[in-house]
């Protein structure tokens, strides 16, 4: 964890931690999640205060930051080695050149 988080980063950063290991994040993306606590710590900050909403362009960045941590929710983790899908077939390619079976 950097050093200059303030401690709302922190607390977030500690609150986030084990989904974002789970999630197969690693050191290399510590600045990335470094930057998402400090900003996640000013959103809710400024949803605390009651007066203003924070700006919309502070959420479009949290859930990018979010979708690149693969904590964003299930579409976030397309890709990422998770659980398939038993309803659809391992290669959608297999059939490439081979009419169907009647």
Known sequence: MPDYLTPEAI???HEVLGRVMAAGVTEVDSALLARYCSLEALVRKAFAAGGE??????????????????????KSRVGS???A??????????????????
């Open 11 to 13: 607390e977030v950063w």
């Open 81 to 83: 080695g998770g659980a």
């Open 53 to 74: 909403p924070p700006p919309a362009a502070y959420l479009t960045v949290l859930r990018q930051h979010e979708e690149l941590l693969r904590i964003a929710g299930p």
């Open 85 to 102: 899908d038993a309803s659809k077939p391992g290669n959608p390619f297999a059939r490439n050149g081979h009419r169907a079976r009647a």
